[in-house]
C-alpha cells in the first residue's frame, strides 16, 4: 500500500509540478504515468483482494503477476481501447513504460523480502 502511496504522490507531482516546469521534454508528459501505472494498480489491488480474504497475509508479488498484469495493461490500453475509442492512440512506447514501472514495483516489494530474511 506504501508503494502505491508514493507512487499516486509522484504522479501529482508530474502532473503538477514536472510538466508545467519542463514542457519540452516529452517524457514527464507522455510516458511517466505509464511507468507509475503499476506501482499504482497492483499494490491496490492486491490490498483489495487482501482485505476480501481471497489471498493469504504472507502474499509476495511475483514476477509473473508482474508481467501478467503489464500483459493485461498493453492489451487493454494500447490494443483495445485504441479499437473502441477513437481519440485513444496506440503507442508502443506506452508498452515498454508499463512494462519498466512493473521492473521498478518487482525490486521494490522484494527489496522488503530480502531484507527480513537476513
Same mark, same amino acid.
Do not use: C, D, R
Given at each position: 500500500m506504501i508503494l502505491a502511496g508514493v507512487s499516486?504522490? @509522484?504522479f501529482a507531482i508530474n502532473r503538477l509540478l514536472l510538466i508545467p516546469l519542463f514542457?519540452?521534454?516529452g517524457f514527464f508528459r507522455k510516458y511517466f504515468g505509464d511507468v507509475l501505472a503499476l506501482p499504482v494498480y497492483l499494490p491496490l489491488s492486491y490490498y483489495l483482494a487482501w482485505r476480501l480474504g481471497l489471498i493469504m497475509d504472507d502474499f509476495q508479488i511475483k514476477i509473473t503477476? %508482474?508481467?501478467g498484469a503489464g500483459i493485461i495493461f498493453s492489451l487493454l490500453f494500447e490494443g483495445l481501447i485504441p479499437f473502441i475509442d477513437e481519440s485513444s492512440t496506440r503507442d508502443p512506447m506506452d508498452i515498454l513504460a508499463y512494462f519498466a514501472g512493473g521492473l521498478v514495483?518487482? @525490486? %521494490?516489494? *522484494?527489496?522488503?523480502?530480502?531484507?527480513? @530474511? *537476513?
Open positions: 499516486a504522490g @509522484i514542457p519540452e521534454l503477476h %508482474v508481467l514495483l518487482y @525490486i %521494490v516489494a *522484494n527489496t522488503g523480502k530480502q531484507n527480513s @530474511i *537476513n
